[in-house]
């Protein structure tokens, strides 16, 4: 067990702090009034039913002493009305206990919603290159604890914590007014004694309980991958790999989760008896007080109900403790990734890119995804307006490169990248992006139906335009004669449908978004030749009135571009038409032989 100074319990308490300071705006918003009053009101009702829980032990010792026949009458109520008072008042407790439940429940939900909107934003907001850094898995585990933590938090710091603490208070200052000093004295060492032991071994447990959480998130990933990847599992018959490779993962969560069962099993114990040893040595004072006439047996009861009283709550606050500790380190996690700044973010003078014709402009660009590997050594470039021009290269030139810093997933590290003359990295990006439209390589839909995936181009789109641009992708046909038409699920990922299906839905999507740039991403790459050949007049058609970027590995699909861009190596080496290329017999040609040369011998 770490001693309580020790360097890291001291940082784990800093970072306690601070996830404490980043919740509370949550449920004390400075501009929300309504909110404010309704957390008041329930602690208002808080401090009732703590007032009437004090109270209620002192009819129990008035309706034993009036069966006794001993001391005096609690206001001047028999035996029969002083316990109808008993179980009036612990009516009454319950009932306030649970009207501030119910006034803080909103506040909790609320705050809740505002936090996971804000993650989801967040993590929507971070460039390309963190998630592509990330496991999908991983960081659902990362949300999915760190909200569930802060209503664990809220709920029981402020409904649990703060009560036991009053009710505490108030019942060792009754005992001591009532009785002796010595019984407050000892109610006080059994809580510091207890909060003590409870706190220090708590400490030790975290560092169990983080391993175990990194042992769950490893396997949740392991698990998330395979499942996202069933086909390759299968096209290998790798289950029983899979399977082991899981199970290696459980293996280390299992052994981290009994470290941590066995570490609870010892922090009980030693709560027990300190607990226990409190409550034997206040009933053992009251004992003695009965035997020596100074107490009646009403006394002695009511100080058994105190103990009771406060003992049951302290065996709870080790649970508690221990769960807000562990939910301080999963709102840490989340809040550590919240304050992750995005790579590309707007300008503070940001402005809205105005499209007014569509020309984009690379002037000696230069990027690399890591500074040690440049991909783009200072490409320029110009594309008019209207116009299509394609960019082709062997693998690695850095073709889907242009395509990522046009988009803005990254931003270039020297040179410019404009479109009508501004440079995208002084424009916002939702305006940026509302006026490019991307068909890549492999299109990903969502597990919905044909309509909400084709819809998903532009938010608002009525049917007749969704089945205009469905027409105009040349896919409406086949949706048609589905059973259900466009209502048909594509399954996870698009997975029901065909590769060229999937294109086509893309296209439609992207071509009911309407924006005045178009970048296809190696758009038929993925297809066979009869399916390239159909996707192509489609793809022809999305373009018209366009500027069209085409970055393609197939020649084909390029060959009436207006322009054509040859990369090696992140250098323009060549440009020019098509036919003019093929005439100058140089790296376009060889590109263009050696396609021809396959084509043939398939």
Excluded: C
């Excluded at 918003?29 to 208002?44: G, H, Q, W």
């Excluded at 322009?563 to 100058?584: M, S």
């Amino acid at each position: 067990m770490p001693p309580m100074d020790d360097p890291s319990a001291a940082d784990e308490r800093r970072s306690g702090l601070r996830t404490l300071r980043k919740v509370w705006p949550y449920v004390w918003p400075a501009t929300e009034r309504s909110v404010k009053i309704r957390v008041l009101l329930a602690i208002l009702v808080l401090v009732a039913a703590k007032g009437i829980a004090v109270v209620t032990p002192v009819f129990y010792k008035g309706a034993v002493d009036a069966l006794a026949g001993e001391g005096v009458p609690v206001l001047a109520l028999g035996a029969v009305g002083l316990t109808v008072a008993y179980g009036m008042a612990r009516v009454m407790n319950t009932g306030f206990q649970q009207l501030r439940d119910v006034i803080f429940a909103p506040v909790t939900q609320r705050a809740l919603r505002r936090l996971a909107l804000t993650t989801f934003r967040h993590i929507h907001a971070m460039s390309m290159r963190y998630h592509i850094t990330r496991k999908t898995g991983g960081l659902s585990r990362i949300i999915e604890r760190g909200v569930k933590g802060v209503e664990f938090l809220l709920r029981f710091l402020v409904l649990s914590i703060g009560p036991l603490l009053l009710e505490l208070t108030l019942v060792a200052v009754v005992l001591a007014w009532w009785f002796d000093i010595w019984y407050l004295v000892a109610v006080a060492v059994t809580v510091v004694l207890y909060v003590w032991f409870t706190f220090a071994v708590t400490e030790w447990r975290v560092k169990l309980r983080r391993e175990m959480n990194r042992q769950d998130t490893d396997a949740n990933q392991k698990a998330i991958d395979s499942l996202l990847n069933y086909e390759t599992v299968k096209y290998f018959g790798a289950e029983d790999r899979e399977a082991a490779r899981y199970d290696v993962a459980m293996k280390g969560y299992a052994e981290a989760a009994l470290k941590t069962a066995y570490s609870l099993g010892a922090l009980n114990f030693g709560q027990a008896v300190i607990i226990t040893a409190g409550l034997v040595s206040v009933m053992v004072m009251a004992a003695i007080g009965v035997e020596s006439g100074k107490m009646t047996v009403g006394d002695f009861v009511m100080v058994n109900a105190y103990m009771i009283q406060i003992t049951g709550p302290l065996g709870f606050l080790g649970t508690v403790y221990r769960e807000i500790r562990q939910s301080l380190v999963d709102m840490g996690e989340m809040f550590d990734l919240l304050e992750q700044p995005p790579d590309v973010q707007d300008a503070p003078d940001a402005r809205d890119l105005n499209v007014s014709g569509g020309q984009i402009r690379l002037e000696n660009v230069r990027f690399g995804y890591e500074a040690e590997r440049e991909i783009l050594k200072g490409v320029s470039l110009t594309v008019e307006a209207g116009q299509t021009v394609a960019i082709v290269g062997s693998t690695g030139s850095g073709k889907s490169t242009i395509g990522r810093l046009l988009f803005r997933f990254y931003d270039v590290s020297a040179g410019q990248l404009l479109i009508d003359g501004q440079d995208v990295r002084e424009v916002t990006q939702k305006s940026l992006h509302a006026a490019i439209g991307v068909v890549p390589q492999d299109t990903v839909l969502f597990n919905d139906t044909i309509r909400y995936n084709i819809a998903y181009g532009r938010d608002g789109a009525t049917e007749d335009d969704i089945v205009e641009a469905a027409r105009a992708a040349q896919i409406h046909d086949f949706i048609a004669s589905l059973p259900e038409g466009y209502d048909t699920p594509v399954g996870e990922r698009g997975l029901k449908l065909s590769g060229g299906e999937k294109q086509r839905v893309g296209i439609a999507r992207s071509l009911l978004k309407n924006p005045p740039i178009l970048l296809l991403d190696e758009a038929t790459s993925a297809l066979d030749t009869d399916t390239e050949q159909e996707i192509k007049g489609a793809l022809a058609r999305a373009g018209q009135g366009r500027t069209v970027i085409t970055i393609a590995h197939r020649l084909s699909t390029i060959a009436e571009a207006d322009r054509i861009v040859v990369l090696e190596q992140g250098d323009v080496v060549e440009t020019g038409t098509h036919d003019a290329l093929i005439a100058q017999g140089g790296r376009y040609a060889q590109l263009w032989q050696r396609q021809q040369a396959d084509r043939d011998v398939a």
